[in-house]
């Protein structure tokens, strides 16, 4: 079974939230400055390329990155394909083919071909799931939704759809570069790092299939 790799490689150039931190990963040891190994730092938002977001993010005293269930992070899950949708609305999953039962969906949108710039700006008009659209899903019994840009919800109203969503125990998993991706069934591995209480972390996204 191929492995396909979704995630993001982190660079300084990698497009940040507006306000974030950058990427900023200096090598405070370096084997061509005379050290006799090499170590880099890294400094970054927890919310930096391919990662999730935990409870805490939108929800005050909520849970930490480190307590997601990696049930819910490790399964069957359907990549689907939005074509030219400019959000993802409770109308427009209807039309979706979103099997009852799914768990796991992953939305391949127009977003996509943003990854094929070589440019570090962050778009803002990126398709994203509305606060109706976030109850659907939370509705339908959807645990983990993944998008292909930086936020699951749009740039001028990210409240709530980030509130239903981690409200309701559902993972966000958002920048995953679903480019060469097929839509279809595949098996998902998303291994956040274990940062403890943190409100997201980066992660490490492969589709097996
Ligand atoms: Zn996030």
Known sequence: MPIHDITLTITPSLPVWPGDPPVNLPQ???MDRGDVYNLTRIDISAHTGTHLDAPA???????????LDLNVLIGPSLVVDTGDADALTADVLASLP???GT???????????????????????????TGDGAQWLVDRGVRLVGVDYLSVAPFDDPVPCHRILLAAGVI??????????????????????????????????VLIG
């Open 98 to 100: 979103i099997p009852a």
């Open 57 to 67: 993010h939108f929800i005050a005293g909520g849970a930490g990155v480190e307590t």
């Open 172 to 205: 966000p998993v958002e920048g995953l570069d679903l480019r060469v991706i097929a839509p279809g069934e595949y098996q998902l591995i998303c291994l956040p790092i274990k940062i403890g209480g943190s409100d997201g972390a980066p992660c490490r996204a």
């Open 28 to 30: 405070p040891a370096r």
């Open 103 to 129: 768990q796991r969906v992953l939305f391949k949108t127009r977003s996509s071909e943003l990854w094929n710039r070589s440019e570090d700006v962050f778009v803002e008009d990126f398709v994203a799931v």
